[in-house]
Nanobody, 119 residues
Framework: QLHVAESGGGSVQAGGSLRLSCAAS????????MAWFHQAPGKERQFVAS????????VYADSVKGRFTISRENAKSTVFLQMNSLKPEDAGVYYC????????????WGQGTQVTVSS
């Protein structure tokens, strides 16, 4: 079993920055990848970025390339999402998710953390 917890959301003006954290606990040796998803008000949840713990593959959604950076704390099951040049459309709930080795999807999700961006 894996547990996922996010932190670091808050309110910021457009153009500002926030750093989100995601910590996984439990059977972390089975983690293949950790990712961030974004759900804007009234919209479906969408992929933002992912970090493959083995092989260090990193993927970004086109909408955040050059503005957001996903990173991992030294060999630990903690990833960060540094969000710079935030736009009002980046507002919403950010979820961290974990895919286990052998899994087809992101099966383990956190509760989400709220990001507000004012124009």
């Amino acid at each position: 079993q894996l547990h996922v917890a996010e932190s670091g959301g808050g309110s910021v003006q457009a153009g500002g920055s926030l750093r989100l954290s995601c910590a996984a606990s439990g059977r972390t040796e089975y983690i293949l990848s950790m990712a961030w998803f974004h759900q804007a008000p009234g919209k479906e949840r969408q992929f933002v970025a992912s970090f493959r713990l083995s092989g260090r593959g990193i993927v970004y959604a086109d909408s955040v390339k050059g503005r957001f950076t996903i990173s991992r704390e030294n060999a630990k099951s903690t990833v960060f999402l540094q969000m710079n040049s935030l736009k009002p459309e980046d507002a919403g709930v950010y979820y961290c998710a974990v895919q286990r080795i052998g899994g087809n999807n992101y099966e383990y999700w956190g509760q989400g953390t709220q990001v507000t961006v004012s124009s």
